[in-house]
């Protein structure tokens, strides 16, 4: 991580120049860059001078700089002449899962779903299993997954996460995150642990399935999406429910199911009846292993090396078990419910 001067991202800005304002929240701003060594970055600036902030923004900087993964937007680094700190990220060029979902009109594929809810997954379970420390991200949701041009996810905003010990199951504290993702049990309890990041992960493969906006006023009556969803699960209507776009995919209709079932287990009120997010990740690798198998992609840019995912090799004393346990998992996913 690199210590940028404020006449560096002045410059790289043009002082801050509202016409490459990228996005804005109640807290900061987000400002397009070029560096003199001509990459283009996203520069975060906060809004607001206060403790708080200051905090989250150092908590940014402690948590990102110990990651290191294709699917977790990069901090280039940050500025420190500022009484809150700028931070300088890697630039996405495509905005978020949420634009993209909740634009009027959506041109987001099956196979781009299939695609960025695995990426995503794969990028919670590293940070709760595979780094160096364990990390709660606390926030996820579709507005904090960014897209590039070729659709591949990156998982941003940092500031509410929670490192913990590896062994630890949780942590006791204060209740931050978004409405209409934010775990029940958690806000309840106060105990923040790596199933309420499950939960958040469960909703957006809900919103991924119907296109309806976690807490939108239509939501809200029915008593939000999760609500919705679960209700429409119970009842066998989960065709009533699915984005017409998703629904029309008649050849991947098992997969759909498969994503579906897989959703409300993650929003299951009781964090011990979800599945743990590395659990989630494997069951999405088999089911896009089986659509890129049954399916062309779809004709974009992209290379096929970035398009294929790698196979896990399962091994046992007796040798690899790779394809029965892919059996065992296409298996499992008709879930009791």
């Known amino acids: 991580m690199r210590i940028f001067s404020l006449d560096e991202l002045k410059k790289a800005t043009n002082r801050f120049d509202k016409a490459l304002l990228l996005g804005q929240g109640g807290h900061g ?11 283009i970055v996203a520069i975060k600036k906060s809004k607001i001078v206060d403790q708080v902030e200051i905090e989250q923004f150092i908590n940014e900087v402690v948590i990102l700089s110990q990651i290191n993964h294709r699917n977790v937007v990069k901090l280039y680094g940050c500025c420190l002449e500022t009484e809150v700190p700028l931070l300088v990220y890697e630039f996405i060029s495509n905005g978020t899962l949420s634009n993209h979902l ?9 196979n781009h779903r299939l695609r960025i809810a695995l990426e995503t997954a794969r990028a919670i379970a590293y940070l709760h299993s595979s780094a160096s420390i364990s990390i709660l991200h606390r926030d996820i949701k579709s507005a904090n997954i960014l897209l590039d041009d070729y659709f591949t996810a990156k ?5 509410a996460s929670r490192s913990v010990q590896i062994d630890q199951t949780g942590i006791t504290t204060v209740v931050q995150g978004t409405f209409g993702y934010l775990d029940p049990e958690y806000f309840y309890t106060h105990r923040l642990t790596p199933k309420s990041d499950v939960y ?14 976690p807490s939108s006023s239509t939501m809200f009556q029915v008593g939000g999406l999760v609500t919705y ?8 209507r989960l065709i009533d429910i699915l984005d ?23 929003v299951r009120r009781n964090g011990d009846e979800r599945p743990m997010m590395k659990e989630v990740e494997v069951q999405l690798e088999v089911l896009w292993r089986s659509n890129s198998q049954r399916h062309e992609h779809p004709c974009t840019s992209q290379t096929l090396e970035e398009s294929q995912l790698p196979l896990h090799d399962f091994t046992s004393e007796n040798g ?5 346990f892919e059996l065992e998992l296409h298996s499992s996913f008709t879930f009791p419910r």
């Open 29 to 39: 701003e987000v400002y397009k860059g070029i560096l003199s060594d001509q990459r």
């Open 244 to 266: 017409p776009q998703v629904a029309s995919n008649e050849g991947q209709r098992t997969e759909i199911e498969a994503v579906a079932n897989l959703a409300d287990m993650c």
């Open 155 to 159: 998982v941003s905003d940092f500031g």
């Open 200 to 213: 958040n992960f469960g909703v957006i493969l809900a919103e991924l399935l119907t296109r309806e906006k």
């Open 229 to 236: 969803f679960a209700s429409a699960m119970r009842e066998n």
């Open 102 to 110: 909740h634009a009027e009109s959506c041109n987001l594929t099956w």
């Open 320 to 324: 690899t078990r790779q394809y029965s």
